[in-house]
């Protein structure tokens, strides 16, 4: 308003300085002629200055009023799109609506979750309150999996909402959180029953030699005598291999805590290739895979690196009688997460054994102790990631297939 009353102002001083010009240099008043001229074009250029300026305020208030009817809406869809948790929204009828950048990038949707897990289905089917029953696993993309917690409230009904939905990725935590506990159990049960044993062998041993020392003094010998060495003997034996058994558990619960340091992936599996070739180079091939570009990660190298190469060791010595035996070192990233795949084209393991290969002391190889497995799985829990036996692709020369994600 004060600008319009300005320019009219402005306006009203030209028309009058346009007016009293011509008649004043007509009567000789030269001076005053002049003078009505520059109020003239003062009083134009300020017209023009006030319609810049007002075209500016116009120019600058423009936004704020389309961000008046919309301002609260487009913050909300900001928050939800940098929010890492993955959200969702289930309506009335029942579909799901992923609501944020990370809930579109698990489900590989835009909008819609046409064909929704289920996991997820069942959990809400089922309407668990305790947390314990709304841990589920979902697949990712690569055919990685992860565990998430699922946390539900109410929507009240309102524009047609029932339920908000909430995954938290609790993969790491649990993984870390087993391996402690893994740890804590190994480290009391080793302790007591090595104390237990550790007299029991020595005894053993002793009463096995005395006894032998005995009958061999004796003139004359009776039928038990050699049945007594023997049974000694017996409990000698058994009580040593108990012992080699609890020490390699021992030394699974004594595997440290992983000192975490940010590490160039790629420098480590150049590390792990010269170790693996110096042994290898004459017997086994190896593929490597690895991203362009650098590839930063928190993780234990020392740890790391041992448990990468007890997979590679070991797919090494399953391909080792093929007539072209290779293994290969893979490492894939996708949605943030990194997945390292160690191959190889032995004869694979058989479907009913699978489920026991990462239990300690489980060897399918002749003078294996089976421990590489279970300390590679320790290893790699213990930065809360997982090693899992992937799904081997029957298109694939690829026969057994480790999959480390972190």
Not at 49 to 59: C, G
Not at 109 to 114: A, D, K, M
Request: hydrophobic share 45%; net charge neutral; with cysteine.
């Amino acid at each position: 308003m004060r600008v319009a009353i300005e320019t009219l102002l402005l306006l009203s001083g030209i028309v009058a300085a346009c007016l009293i010009t011509a008649p004043a240099w007509q009567h000789g008043f030269y001076a005053t002629a002049v003078l009505l001229s520059c109020l003239g074009l003062f009083c134009a250029g300020s017209v023009v200055e006030a319609q810049i300026r007002m075209a500016r305020r116009l120019k600058r208030q423009e936004p704020s009023v389309v961000r008046s009817v919309d301002r609260e809406k487009l913050r909300n869809r900001a928050l939800l799109d940098h929010a890492p948790v993955p959200l969702l929204i289930q309506y009335i009828d029942g579909t799901l609506h992923a609501s944020n950048r990370a809930a579109r990038r698990l489900f590989m949707t835009e909008g819609v979750l046409r064909d929704p897990p289920p996991p997820l289905v069942m959990a809400l089917e089922n309407d668990a309150t305790g947390p314990e029953k709304r841990l589920i696993r979902l697949g990712a993309s690569g055919g990685s999996s992860r565990v998430y917690a699922l946390s539900v409230g109410k929507g009240g009904g309102a524009g047609g909402i029932v339920a908000y939905l909430a995954l938290t990725d609790v993969e790491a935590g649990l993984n870390a959180a087993e391996a402690q506990a893994l740890r804590e159990l190994l480290q009391i049960l080793s302790h007591e029953i090595m104390n237990s044993l550790t007299p029991i062998v020595s005894l053993s041993a002793t009463a096995e030699d005395l006894f032998a020392e005995r009958c061999s003094l004796k003139r004359e010998r009776y039928e038990t005598d050699d049945l007594i060495i023997e049974a000694l003997g017996t409990i000698r034996r058994r009580t040593e291999g108990l012992n080699r058994f609890v020490r390699g558990y021992r030394d699974l619960a004594r595997l440290p805590e992983p000192d975490l340091k940010l590490t160039d992936l790629g420098a480590l599996v150049r590390e792990i290739v010269r170790i693996f070739t110096a042994r290898w180079k004459e017997c086994v091939a190896l593929d490597v895979v690895v991203p362009s570009g650098r590839i930063m990660v928190r993780l234990d190298a020392v740890q790391m690196e041992q448990a990468l190469l007890n997979l590679l060791n070991n797919g090494a010595e399953a391909a080792l009688n093929q007539s072209a035996p290779r293994v290969q070192l893979a490492v894939k990233t996708a949605n943030d997460a990194i997945t390292i795949c160690v191959c190889n084209n032995g004869p694979g393991i058989d479907v009913a054994l699978q489920e026991k290969i990462f239990e300690p002391f489980v060897s399918f190889k002749s003078e294996g102790n089976g421990i590489g497995l279970p300390l590679a799985r320790q290893i790699i829990r213990g930065h809360g990631g997982r090693l899992a036996l992937g799904i081997t692709d029957e298109q694939s020369h690829w026969n057994t297939t480790f999959e480390v994600q972190l």
